[in-house]
């Protein structure tokens, strides 16, 4: 494997770790929940659609 396939291939496995670590992350939180973790949580799903991103924030006031 060249150093580009490489580099393409461990920024797509930093990717696939990082979206079960943020799961794993709010669900440590819990019990202890507040409507802003909830907002957070919601916000992060979102992240991949910037119009609802965009959509939940203006419906936040933010």
Known sequence: ????????AIRLAQ???SEP??????????E???????F???LAKLMKNA???IALLMVRGI
């Open 1 to 8: 494997m060249n150093a580009v396939n490489r580099l393409a």
């Open 15 to 17: 990717q696939r770790i």
């Open 21 to 30: 670590e943020q799961e794993i992350s709010v669900l440590e939180k819990g």
């Open 32 to 38: 202890g929940a507040t409507p802003e973790s909830g």
């Open 40 to 42: 957070s949580e919601q």
């Open 51 to 53: 119009e609802e991103v």
